[in-house]
């Protein structure tokens, strides 16, 4: 068994506020440190404008060069208690255990997921309690991407064959898309929940046209061999179809997920793009 020790990365903009904000971890398993820092650009701004342009994944590789140079592991964690404000590390240490190397990255995507993500957001459908909550389907695509071994936090890791979310497509726009995997040509995946739907709102055409807008921009940055595919959910296909036909119009590629033989597709795309040793097949899909 591998034991791993690691520490939460809090970021603390004025300590007379006293708010803080979980950003990331640091874990040091025997090949020496990892920073993970996982907090997309729009949560960074929405909780202090100051730091909207961090680059998380520059700065988390400049740690991993710093790190070792400083000494054993007390020094390095006193450290990054103090020494890289705002940002600080906790004291106290928490620990894991794996099996295996490959299975330690699959103990820290599960850390992020329940210290530094923020919550997937759902909203209900009052009218139709019964209903799926809207923005699952984010969730649902992570959990098969993470347990099929092609996921990661970190942007860096999409040339490492990795499905990675918060793709910036345009960051000074804000266009960030859900996820974007790379063989060559960087490939996007937008993710549109319309479950629980049952009409069309101003809102729901903005979130639409938002997506679209991304998606154009991918095609204008990207290689022409670049891919944009949408996933979709829908109760009621023909009350979205508006929404649909906007989305459609600038995807190279709709997968609707209630369809199996979409879901396959979308799975063998994904083995395909990042060579995976094994062909991939989606699993079961729940409505919730």
Known sequence: MIKTPFTLLRLRPDEVRGESMNVGL????????????????????????????INGDQWARELEEVLPKIGDLDAQINWLRFAIGPVTADAELGHFFSDTFESITDTVEQLLERLV??????????????????????????????????????????SQRRIVPN??????????????????????????????VDRITRGLRGEA??????????????????RRIAITAADDY???????????????????????????????????????KAPLSFPGFSSR
């Open 117 to 158: 993500h923020a919550p997937e957001r759902e909203i209900a459908a009052p009218m139709r309690p019964h209903s799926p909550s809207r923005g699952t389907l984010k969730t649902q695509l992570k959990s098969w991407f993470r347990q099929s071994k092609v996921f990661s936090s970190r942007t860096s890791d999409l």
């Open 167 to 196: 793709y910036p497509v345009d960051a000074a726009d804000d266009l960030y898309a859900d996820f974007a995997m790379k063989n060559g040509s960087i490939h996007v995946l937008e993710v549109v929940d319309w479950r629980g």
């Open 26 to 53: 640091v874990t040091f398993p025997p090949g020496g440190p990892r920073v993970y820092f996982d907090a997309p650009p729009t949560r960074l701004k929405a909780f202090h404008p100051d730091f909207e342009h």
């Open 238 to 276: 023909k009350t979205v179809s508006p929404l649909l036909n906007l989305v459609t119009s600038y995807a190279d590629d709709v997968v609707a997920i209630e369809s199996a033989e979409d879901r396959q597709r979308l799975a063998d795309f994904v083995a395909t793009a990042l060579h995976a």
């Open 209 to 226: 046209g938002l997506t679209a807008i991304l998606l154009d921009q991918a095609k204008k940055r990207f290689s022409e061999s670049s």
